[in-house]
């Protein structure tokens, strides 16, 4: 089995400051993880997504996450963040490739807001 | 090209009345999947399909049903609804179930049950 555990429920900032959102796992398998974001009123989008090779991951909208297997997590990080980053990220991990484990397990969700 | 589309997008149930949320893709995905979100719970799987004629149960499945008599289409049936199904769902399609296909998610269904 396999879970998500997003430290922060909601996370305020200034605009233009550094955030890092938490996000920790655990499974029994080989590991597939994402990041997503909800904005208002709208469904899912992948940020990005690590599933294998380099530990630090790219993806839009500036954002970025690392990868660390000893500790179990894959935290979100954005340099400078902007009004328009406000919305729900969630992070989620899928163990395996096929099968039950090939299953998506989200994590409670972050709520970033961001102000001037 | 549409995506993933969902209607409606609001809705207003008795507890016991039945009724089906549609989903459709346009992309020719084989994998899709139901989703609902409920406040500090995170989205949690109810069913899904790998292809047409073949569907599975997810982690909260009781008082759902599912079919997949086509690649586009993959309809949510509650049978007798109940306050307890208030939330919002989602629907997501992908061309395959492994982790390298990602999963496209539609806009939601935000559901009342009275």
């Known amino acids: 089995a396999q879970s998500v555990t997003q430290l922060d429920s909601q996370v305020p900032v200034f605009e233009e400051a550094p955030v890092e959102l938490r996000c920790n796992y655990s499974?029994?398998?080989?590991?597939?993880l994402f990041w997503y974001v909800q904005y208002p009123n709208q469904g899912l989008q992948l940020l990005l997504k690590y599933l294998s090779g380099s530990t630090l991951v790219k993806g839009i909208n500036g954002f970025e996450a690392e990868f660390n297997k000893s500790q179990t997590s894959f935290h979100l990080r954005k340099p400078s963040v902007h009004i328009s980053d406000t919305a729900e990220y969630f992070c989620a991990v899928r163990g395996g490739l096929t099968g039950t484990a090939s299953k998506l397990t989200f994590g409670t969700g972050t709520r970033l807001q961001v102000t001037l | 090209n549409a995506g993933v589309t969902q209607t409606p997008k609001f809705q207003v149930l008795k507890t016991g009345q039945s009724m089906t949320l549609q989903c459709a893709q346009d992309?020719?995905?084989?994998?899709m999947s139901w989703y609902r979100q409920d406040p500090g719970m995170g989205l949690r799987l109810i069913h899904y399909s790998v292809g047409a004629g073949i569907t599975d149960q997810g982690e909260v499945p009781n008082g759902y049903n599912v079919s997949r008599s086509t690649t586009e289409d993959f309809p949510l049936r509650l049978l007798s609804a109940a306050p307890s199904q208030t939330s919002v769902y989602f629907c997501?399609?992908?061309?395959?179930?492994?982790?390298?296909?990602?999963?496209?998610f539609g806009p939601g269904t935000r559901l009342t049950v009275l």
């Open positions: 499974s029994s398998v080989s590991v597939y």
């Open positions: 997501a399609s992908s061309e395959g179930s492994t982790p390298y296909n990602e999963q496209f």
């Open positions: 992309m020719n995905h084989e994998y």
